[in-house]
């Protein structure tokens, strides 16, 4: 699977958007782009996933460059409750092996501020 | 409710006092997991299994013994603990590969066991 690089921290203002970058320059084409989270010692929690399109939910929006070697990640309006620590992860499809495993680098610290 | 459960959420041990962290989900899922959390050293993955009686090797499995004999349930045994193996531990569970979109459905996480072994 693609390396990715994240920012160590971040810091949003409460009721901003909270833009999330992530480089994974040596991206295949058989890659998605993944993100989660974690609050304070909590199990990761799934936020969203995208190939190449941009993808929105109810949590977020995924923003991947046309050339797909980055992306964003986009919480719309921070609240204190989004403080946590964010991960960006590129893993394979189906057929691509490493199936079971998301490889989790350092992630972003993001701090919502009142 | 969709939910990884992890037992027990705090355990501190001895060294050499073999112990077993259970895990089990409830969705049916084919894939399951266990990761350490180290300060630092962010997640690294122990073991993993595909499904029942297939398991394999993650990034960091020495100390570690897993199993798994029934789809909802993946233990994780430490035959003999170290402090070194003192970590946050996280169970995870997910399906397989959509046939549609050859993507894997995203993964749940238990809420952790916070191990210290003294």
């Known amino acids: 699977d693609a390396k990715t690089t994240q920012p160590p921290s971040m810091d949003c203002a409460e009721g901003r958007a909270a833009n999330l970058p992530c480089n994974h320059s040596?991206?295949?084409?058989?890659?998605?782009v993944y993100w989660y989270r974690q609050i304070h010692s909590q199990g990761p929690q799934y936020i969203i996933h995208?190939?190449?399109n941009n993808e929105t939910n109810e949590m977020a929006s995924l923003i991947i460059t046309e050339d797909r070697k980055s992306s964003t990640l986009i919480l719309p309006h921070a609240t204190l409750r989004d403080t946590a620590v964010y991960y960006c992860?590129?893993?394979?499809?189906?057929?691509?092996?490493?199936?079971?495993?998301?490889?989790f680098g350092k992630g972003t610290k993001l701090s919502v501020k009142p | 409710e969709a939910q990884v459960t992890q037992n027990p959420r705090y355990l501190i041990t001895v060294t050499g006092k073999k112990l077993t962290v259970t895990c089990s989900q409830n969705m049916n899922h084919e894939y399951m997991s266990w990761y350490r959390q180290d300060p630092g050293l962010g997640l690294r993955q122990i073991y993993y299994s595909m499904n029942v009686e297939v398991t394999d090797k993650g990034d960091v499995p020495e100390g570690y013994k897993v199993s798994r004999k029934e789809k909802r349930n993946f233990p994780l045994i430490l035959e003999s603990p170290s402090p070194n193996q003192t970590s946050l531990y996280f169970c995870?569970?997910?399906?397989?590969?959509?046939?549609?979109?050859?993507?894997?459905?995203?993964?749940?996480f238990g809420q952790g066991t916070r191990l210290t072994v003294v």
């Open positions: 995208g190939l190449k």
């Open positions: 040596t991206i295949s084409g058989n890659e998605y």
């Open positions: 995870a569970s997910s399906s397989p590969p959509s046939d549609r979109t050859g993507t894997v459905e995203w993964a749940f």
């Open positions: 992860i590129v893993r394979v499809r189906k057929g691509g092996g490493s199936q079971g495993n998301l490889i």
